[in-house]
């Protein structure tokens, strides 16, 4: 079985930045322990996985992986499978994902790159004194949205690029994704995102962690929009923009491999 495969740099204005994820497209669904497979041998922060979606309520019904274990939600890969998609067919401006846990998902042309609207998922103030002992930070505020994402607020910048957490001890606490984030310097916000017990360390752009935290910083900002800045080593830069129930994240992709998942 011969599968197409492609690797894009998603939230990355050009190769060595942002975050990579393989698109695959299928006829159909393969067995969940397959495509946990595939992702595995990609190891990537995500597979994500597209099927033309046979219910017409979307474009294609949509799936990712990381190399541990199938998310809930992935903006990148969305994001990187809106380019795969759009960057095939110059006549199409949207598509739409149909997700298992996170609705309908919808990725638009804007300018040189584009507009991802995934839904708003606002946290609530939450102690998380085990988290934030694994992180070794000193907290400003903890925040929790319960899909398992951790916002820790920090104070500036600097405490963000300085957290080296106790990757061992974070993964104990569950199947969480930590955040930590605080006011920028040359952007409006900036964080980091932390997955080990996914069997990512560090997430290089994390798509749906932004879906926590706009709603957060939109008020603490007091406005809609905002930019942002992921500072992993890799780095990614994203707008922002609240939209009622929806997060509008712009960004821009870079297809850096195509080719054939061989598959026996």
Not at 100 to 118: P, S
Not at 144 to 165: H, M, Q, S
Request: aromatic content about 8%.
């Amino acid at each position: 079985m011969r599968i197409p495969f492609a690797q894009i740099d998603a939230f990355a204005g050009q190769v060595f930045q942002g975050n990579p994820a393989a698109v695959m497209p299928l006829a159909a669904w393969l067995d969940d322990a397959v495509l946990q497979r595939i992702a595995e041998e990609n190891n990537l922060s995500e597979t994500a996985f597209i099927v033309p979606d046979a219910r017409g309520e979307s474009d294609f019904e949509l799936r990712w992986f990381t190399p541990g274990a199938e998310i809930a939600l992935c903006g990148h890969a969305t994001l990187a499978s809106g380019h795969f998609v759009l960057a095939s067919d110059s006549m199409i401006d949207r598509v739409r994902f149909r997700t298992r846990q996170a609705g309908i998902l919808e990725v638009a042309r804007d300018g040189d790159g584009y507009a991802l609207a995934l839904p708003a998922w606002a946290p609530v103030a939450k102690d998380m004194a085990d988290i934030v002992a694994a992180l070794g930070v000193t907290p400003v505020e903890t925040l929790w949205y319960d899909k398992g994402y951790a916002l820790v607020i920090l104070e500036n910048e600097a405490a963000v690029r300085a957290v080296a957490p106790d990757l061992r001890a974070l993964a104990a606490t569950g199947p969480i994704v930590a955040i930590v984030s605080a006011p920028g310097v040359a952007t409006d916000i900036v964080s980091r995102v932390f997955t080990p017990a996914f069997a990512i360390d560090e997430d290089p752009v994390t798509g749906s962690a932004h879906a926590v935290m706009v709603p957060y910083w939109a008020q603490r900002l007091g406005r809609d929009s905002f930019t942002a800045f992921q500072a992993s080593r890799r780095g990614g830069h994203l707008t922002c923009r609240l939209d009622r129930d929806r997060v509008i994240l712009g960004g821009r992709c870079t297809t850096v491999i195509e080719g054939t998942f061989f598959l026996d």
